[in-house]
């Protein structure tokens, strides 16, 4: 899930002093537009330790008019609030309407740090979870903007961040220093292990809690000044969205739904950017990869046949990219009895009746076999989300609806692999332009092929909110460097390959 | 829950036989208008055994047009199932635009079922039955309607049937006797229990799954005209009013939002009309017991100071039915530091920017200490609902939201008690009479009073939907007979020892 926020994206002083301007002047017009549409607006800074809330709040307090926002940290519970009902203490702290309040984690604190250190676990967390989504649905119910932010920092990142402070807390006072350690025993004893924790308690708090009404956005937190300017532009998109629908349905209408996350600030890569399509391999290895990969590959089909495990593999990828060929690969190497590759296509009328997900709940395999999808439920934030078939509330709200329907596949005990392959603009153009020259492969490229280039932009976007917001530990995506299709195989078999492995170990 | 259908409502052939025509043209015009507009419609029937599933799967067979309409019993699960997560078999034969779904039980027979017999417990009950609400919600986003009854049973109606099917059943097939055993076989061993469990399971189920967008509909089935024409009823009404909600939004609306439950069939007593107006207390019985409850009472707030559990005691009635003057003799007991009493008016202009619960959660009590509210969050379902101020969706939704903010509360160790304080329209209009004629309560009568006489019959339907839907088992609603005074503060004080007693027993 954390993919799309481990890019190593900065920002320089110069970029961020030419940007900040125009921000500021954007985010203070939303504010003052939220306050005279009446909205309540939650700001809820969540992340890892010395991720650098306390300075992002710093930084909005800067930008934003201060008059009726308020800050709350929630780090220190008072008997009044251990008296009563757990979520009593933000209920009494949410903003009226027009007004904002910036939550450190609010009421995130529980789950994240419970979940981490290991107090709050299995089916606690789980209802927890569940609480706060019933809250903020209650909220936007109501007409109340939640915007949820998670700070991501590398463990690499964190120790660097934690060893500065702690030279700096030489100098400070001691109830600083007292404070500090409260919160943090646990990460200073044993840092790698509570990062760990604490990566897998957020995967899991993220999945369960990013709705299309408040969807969370993961923030790269390395570099300050891309972190707070990320932060900025996602925060007033997400309020200028607001707004705007207020415009068009009235207040009445239903649940705001905020925009996605910005491009980053700057020249930054992207996700995709960081794939690395240099790597090549020679037709001599490659025949021998591919043998030995086939080989196993077969073994393990039958292993899971004979385990009653069932897979499902997901191939989505840029036109031309070879996905077909790879997907061949696959089922060249499984018994014919196994697999089953489904070419997902425009939806029959049966299926354009039905949701939406209807169509490859049917397709699910039995226990044993697999399911390979040539395109997938993964359409709708794709090709419709970019073409404009699906409205946003409803591509939006497809993320969760996609996570829950792969968590039941993965309760049941489906191995689930999720493969984009990228190849660069230039290469796409070289593969269409062959397509064009060679007859018998003529059939492969088509006007609307050519369209969706013109949109590649559009489609990057989509195609890395989709990873981050659909990537998780059980369900993962594998970026496959596909500019030369052996590689890809390769990657493609190696990747199911330590899939199956892992499922029959455990 | 339940109380609310255990009136022992009855219909005779007659009255059935000329309420049936009618029924019939408004069920096939829905059903036609519903299939113009491509909306899906799930039926889901549950209910306790032998409650008439089957007989209403035959009726609605006979009164809608069968043509796009499917019926699903699930009870025996195939290889294809088990080997698949166990919400395939239900998402395969989800209705396409335009169809009807008829499902037993549907989604809720496994958390049902396993609740009852004690397979499934605690929290993968509670996960089982946020899948449900996961996938209702889904469906409903993208325009299904889904309608679900519980048909309900005493268990005194359940073992006479029960009782009359054995001796059918000597004259069934064998094979016939063996499908029913293989589902009654834990229900003929211990009926009582099988009963109780049953009871409890499906009121958490209803509670955790009776939202807004599909609600749960309560059907009295004790009398199977009754039963049939309530439900049939029902059913119109919630496919006629997401007609007109599409009517009005478009296709591209949100969710469509069911109806309540119409007035039952027939000339059958309501819920208020079940409670027993005719008990009297000589002024010399009543000091005595006054006195003796009260002495309990104080000893008992102070032991629950003591225990650190809190109290909390919702006060609703009809206007002029002596809310004040019991709640006078509740605090009467109590010991000043441990009781406060909040008066609920007009919200506040901060109240009014806020959440519609925001002041009530402002106002719960620390551990140890007792809150009355005269007057409280059942505003919303009575008073706005009644006089127009909330949207129905709004209202709609807030059962959910109350019950939840009350499970918090009940979770976090509170007692809570609610009372409907309950007098007949005579008794109502000689109280409002002497008040006008009396100089010292004058104040007491306004216009508004007169106006809201003027809805009893609104006011009654309200009020029985709001028993209906947040009447649980930890925060039960009591019907108090009111007509006189003195018992109803006898029965208050009754009710405050008994819960507050067990409470401190557990």
Same mark, same amino acid.
């Given at each position: 899930?954390?993919?799309?926020?481990?890019?190593?994206? #900065?920002?320089?002083?110069?970029?961020?002093?030419?940007?900040?301007?125009?921000?500021?002047?954007?985010?203070?017009?939303?504010?003052?537009?939220?306050?005279?549409?009446?909205?309540?607006?939650?700001?809820?800074?969540?992340?890892?330790?010395?991720? !650098?809330?306390?300075?992002?709040?710093?930084?909005? /307090?800067?930008?934003?008019?201060?008059?009726?926002?308020?800050?709350?940290?929630?780090?220190?519970?008072?008997? #009044?609030?251990?008296?009563?009902?757990?979520?009593?203490?933000?209920?009494?702290?949410?903003? &009226?309407?027009?007004?904002?309040? %910036?939550?450190?984690? !609010?009421?995130?604190?529980?789950?994240?740090? !419970?979940?981490?250190?290991?107090?709050?676990?299995?089916?606690?967390?789980?209802?927890?979870?569940?609480?706060?989504?019933?809250?903020?649905?209650?909220?936007?119910?109501?007409?109340?903007?939640?915007?949820?932010?998670?700070?991501?920092?590398?463990?690499?990142?964190?120790?660097?961040?934690?060893?500065?402070?702690?030279?700096?807390?030489?100098?400070?006072?001691?109830?600083?220093?007292?404070?500090?350690?409260?919160?943090?025993?646990?990460?200073?004893?044993?840092?790698?292990?509570?990062?760990?924790?604490?990566?897998?308690?957020?995967?899991?708090?993220?999945?369960?809690?990013?709705?299309?009404?408040?969807?969370?956005?993961?923030?790269?937190?390395?570099?300050?000044?891309?972190?707070?300017?990320?932060?900025?532009?996602?925060?007033?998109?997400?309020?200028?969205?607001?707004?705007?629908?207020?415009?068009?349905?009235?207040?009445? !209408?239903?649940?705001?739904?905020?925009?996605?996350?910005?491009?980053?600030?700057?020249?930054?890569? *992207?996700?995709? /950017? *960081?794939?690395?399509?240099?790597?090549?391999?020679?037709?001599?290895?490659?025949?021998?990869?591919?043998?030995?990969?086939?080989?196993?590959?077969?073994?393990?089909?039958?292993?899971?046949?004979?385990?009653?495990?069932? %897979?499902?593999?997901?191939?989505? &990828?840029?036109?031309?990219?070879?996905?077909?060929?790879?997907?061949?690969?696959?089922?060249?190497?499984?018994?014919?009895?196994?697999?089953?590759?489904?070419?997902?296509?425009?939806?029959?009328?049966?299926?354009?009746?039905?949701?939406?997900?209807?169509?490859?709940?049917?397709?699910?395999?039995?226990? &044993?076999?697999?399911?390979?999808?040539?395109? *997938?439920?993964?359409?709708?934030?794709?090709?419709?989300?970019?073409?404009?078939?699906?409205?946003?509330?409803?591509?939006?709200?497809?993320?969760?609806?996609?996570?829950?329907?792969?968590?039941?596949?993965?309760?049941?005990?489906?191995?689930?692999?999720?493969?984009?392959?990228?190849?660069?603009?230039?290469?796409? %153009?070289?593969?269409?332009?062959?397509?064009?020259?060679?007859?018998?492969?003529?059939?492969?490229?088509?006007?609307?092929?050519?369209?969706?280039?013109?949109?590649? /932009? /559009?489609?990057?976007?989509?195609?890395?909110?989709?990873?981050?917001?659909?990537?998780?530990?059980?369900?993962?995506?594998?970026?496959?460097?596909?500019?030369?299709?052996?590689?890809?195989?390769?990657?493609?078999?190696?990747?199911?390959?330590?899939?199956?492995?892992?499922?029959?170990?455990?």
């Amino acid at each position: 899930m954390f993919e799309a926020v481990e890019l190593g994206r #900065e920002l320089d002083k110069a970029d961020f002093k030419a940007a900040e301007p125009a921000l500021r002047t954007r985010l203070l017009q939303a504010q003052w537009a939220l306050q005279r549409e009446g909205v309540p607006l939650v700001i809820i800074l969540a992340g890892a330790e010395a991720a !650098g809330r306390a300075k992002v709040a710093d930084r909005l /307090d800067k930008w934003l008019d201060t008059r009726g926002m308020t800050t709350a940290a929630f780090w220190d519970e008072t008997d #009044e609030e251990r008296q009563r009902p757990a979520h009593w203490r933000f209920w009494r702290r949410l903003p &009226g309407r027009g007004e904002i309040a %910036l939550f450190f984690d !609010g009421w995130y604190r529980r789950p994240l740090q !419970g979940g981490t250190l290991g107090e709050l676990e299995g089916a606690d967390l789980e209802r927890a979870l569940h609480r706060n989504a019933d809250l903020e649905r209650t909220l936007a119910a109501e007409g109340t903007l939640v915007v949820k932010f998670w700070l991501h920092l590398t463990a690499e990142q964190q120790s660097r961040r934690l060893a500065k402070r702690r030279k700096k807390e030489q100098k400070a006072s001691q109830a600083a220093r007292r404070a500090r350690r409260h919160a943090a025993t646990a990460l200073e004893a044993e840092p790698e292990a509570h990062y760990a924790a604490l990566r897998e308690t957020a995967e899991q708090t993220i999945r369960a809690t990013d709705t299309g009404e408040s969807p969370w956005y993961l923030i790269e937190a390395g570099d300050g000044r891309h972190r707070d300017l990320t932060l900025g532009q996602t925060l007033a998109a997400a309020m200028e969205s607001t707004i705007e629908a207020r415009a068009e349905q009235g207040a009445a !209408g239903p649940a705001p739904v905020p925009h996605p996350a910005p491009e980053p600030a700057g020249k930054a890569p *992207s996700l995709l /950017d *960081s794939v690395d399509l240099g790597e090549r391999l020679a037709e001599a290895d490659y025949r021998e990869q591919l043998k030995a990969r086939q080989r196993e590959l077969h073994e393990l089909a039958w292993a899971a046949w004979d385990a009653g495990r069932s %897979l499902v593999a997901v191939f989505e &990828g840029w036109d031309a990219a070879g996905k077909g060929s790879a997907i061949r690969r696959v089922i060249a190497a499984m018994d014919a009895r196994l697999h089953r590759v489904i070419s997902v296509a425009a939806p029959t009328d049966e299926e354009a009746a039905h949701h939406h997900l209807w169509r490859f709940w049917r397709q699910i395999p039995r226990d &044993g076999y697999a399911t390979l999808y040539d395109r *997938s439920w993964y359409g709708r934030v794709l090709v419709e989300r970019v073409e404009g078939f699906a409205a946003e509330a409803d591509w939006r709200r497809a993320y969760a609806e996609i996570n829950r329907f792969e968590e039941q596949l993965v309760e049941h005990g489906t191995v689930v692999a999720k493969f984009w392959l990228h190849i660069s603009d230039e290469e796409q %153009l070289r593969r269409f332009r062959e397509r064009e020259e060679t007859p018998w492969k003529q059939h492969k490229i088509t006007d609307e092929d050519w369209r969706n280039r013109e949109r590649r /932009d /559009d489609y990057r976007r989509a195609v890395e909110e989709m990873v981050a917001r659909t990537s998780t530990r059980e369900a993962p995506w594998t970026l496959i460097p596909a500019e030369d299709k052996k590689v890809a195989r390769i990657r493609v078999l190696d990747t199911l390959i330590q899939a199956l492995k892992q499922a029959l170990a455990d």
